[in-house]
Every structure is written in C-alpha cells, then in structure tokens.
C-alpha cells in the first residue's frame, strides 16, 4: 500500500473513532434525567413534580422525566433514588413523611438521612383544622375545653397509621391532656367525608382538599396550623394564637434530594435551578391553587428541616408502638 493511501485510512479510522466518542459524549449529555415521586399521578405530590421539572430541565439544560413510584410509603422511590449513581440525574422529591420512615420500617434498606444529598426544599402547606359542621365550638382549644369539662372523647379522622395528621393529633392528646378516638382511614377524602356527614368530630387536611367544603358550610373550620392567618380565611385563628404548640407551624412539605456523595457543583447548579423555578410567577400561581406557598433556601436549610423532624417524630412512634397499617 502507498505511504499516502495508508495515512489516508489511519486517518479515517481516527475520525471515526473521534465521531464515536463525540456521540457517547453528546448522548451521555443528552441522556434524560428522572424526577422520581412516590406517589400515584394526579394528586398534590405529582402536581408540584410537573410544575418544578421543566424548570429544573431550564436550568439543567437537559430533559426531567417525572417517573410516579408509588408504594410502601413512598419507599418504592426513594430506594430507587438511593442506590441510583450520585451524578444528580436521578433524584427524588420527597415529602415530610421521609425523614420518619427508618423508625416506621426497621428493616428498611436504605437510610433517610445518610443515603440522601438535600438539593433544597420546594413548598409547604398548613392544615386546616376542620370539623363537622354541627360542632358546638368555634375554635379547637374551645372544643379540648368542652371535651374535658364534659368528659366524652373528641374522635378524630386520620388519612392513615402514623400520617403526619395522626403523629400530630397524639401530641395534642399528650399536651393537653384529653382523650382522642382516633379514626383510620384509607386517605384524606374518606375522613374528610366522615368529618362532614357528622361520624367523626374533626380532622386535619389541607387548605386545596377541604377549602370548598368550608366555605359552602359543609364543614366547620376550627383553627389553621400556619404561623399566621390565611388571607382566604382571616378570622379562623392559627394555633399558636390558640396556645396549641404541637400543632403550631405545621403541615404538608415537600424538598428534593439525590443521592448520597453526589457532587457539590451538581448539587449547587440544581439547587440553583429550583431556586430560579420557584420564583416564577407561573411555579408561584399553580402552587397557590393548591394551597402551596415556595419555599427554597440552601440545601443546609432541607438538611436542618430533616434532622429536625428525625429528633421528633421517631421517638413518638416507637413509643407508641405505631407501624403502617396498623
């Protein structure tokens, strides 16, 4: 072969080679990321994970795939984003429940805490301290006051065993001291609907769940758990103005975490990305119709925000002996 045909084919199989590696490269870029929710499509969860990911895409520049995992408590998802690589193309938005899963599952596979990488938290929402509209009281401490002087239990509807609703209303027992049937449901909707037909004295829920029902006097708000009054209700007082600290401050969040060792500068650039979602009037509006508010911060803030809750809740379901289901 010729001195100059054989550079010639060196040539070209560099090329080649150079073109092969370029596309893995760009295909490696290009490859989507997973946006991981242990929950079914369709509700509060889901909503906010569709919201923020085209923002986290923006920001990423690459594609967010919302993938629903629903099961086990939202489990199911958050092993998966536990044993994924720690590249930040795999990550999980989690709500308040996470950090209280090792003490609801001892034999969990992963831990809550030190599998995870806080990216930053996204919103939060109050309870709605909702009772039957018949009630003769107009604000809980009223009614904990008509419960004791009359001596009958209050009973209280729970979406579920060791819900943040049901941990919550056993503070309350603890604190003020009454006694409080509470009722287990298969969700919000069901007790919410036992609490207005008159079965079950009151319940905690959401302002998007159980708004309409108050206002059409289907159901009889008793107080909201936000730190303060909520514009669409401003005389319901919160429960701090009641002196019902365990429920002072309290309710629904969600935040996003990626796996444990993932790199500082990716998880600094999707915090970036999340922060820069959160401010945009279109993320703000759909949060607020349900009954959302942003929140954000530094992933120092979502790290606080979980230890915090570790230090409370574990200990209150290990003594009281709670599991799911039972």
Request: net charge positive; no cysteine; proline share 8%.
């Amino acid at each position: 072969m010729r001195r100059d045909m054989f550079l010639g084919a060196i040539l070209k199989m560099g090329l080649a080679t150079l073109v092969t590696f370029g596309s893995v490269a760009a295909s490696a870029q290009t490859k989507a990321s997973r946006l991981l929710v242990g929950n079914q499509p369709g509700g509060a969860t889901d909503i906010v994970a569709r919201l923020i990911a085209p923002k986290l895409a923006a920001g990423m520049g690459q594609t967010f795939i919302v993938e629903n995992r629903a099961g086990a408590s939202g489990n199911i998802a958050a092993e998966a984003v536990a044993r994924a690589a720690p590249d930040g193309q795999t990550i999980l938005l989690m709500f308040n429940s996470h950090p209280m899963t090792s003490a609801l599952f001892p034999k969990l596979s992963f831990d809550p805490i030190k599998d995870f990488t806080s990216i930053g938290l996204i919103s939060e929402s109050p309870y709605l301290i909702v009772a039957r509209p018949d009630i003769g009281a107009d604000t809980f401490k009223s009614l904990i006051e008509q419960s004791k002087k009359s001596g009958k239990p209050l009973s209280m509807g729970s979406p579920g065993p060791a819900t943040p609703q049901h941990l919550l209303m056993e503070r309350i027992k603890k604190e003020e001291g009454i006694d409080v049937q509470v009722v287990h449901f298969k969700g919000t909707a069901p007790a919410l609907t036992d609490v207005m037909g008159g079965h079950v004295d009151l319940t905690l829920v959401t302002p998007s769940a159980a708004a309409a029902f108050v206002k059409a006097g289907k159901a009889k708000l008793l107080g909201v758990t936000s730190n303060a009054r909520l514009p669409e209700f401003p005389t319901a007082p919160t429960a701090s103005e009641q002196g019902l600290k365990s429920l002072a401050n309290s309710g629904v969040w969600l935040g996003l975490l990626a796996p444990a060792k993932t790199p500082k500068p990716v998880i600094d650039k999707l915090n970036q990305a999340l922060t820069e979602g959160l401010r945009s009037p279109e993320v703000t509006q759909e949060l607020a119709k349900i009954g959302m508010t942003p929140m954000g911060g530094s992933p120092e803030d979502l790290d606080k925000k979980m230890k915090e809750e570790q230090a409370i809740w574990p200990p209150l379901i290990r003594e009281l002996n709670l599991a799911p289901g039972g």
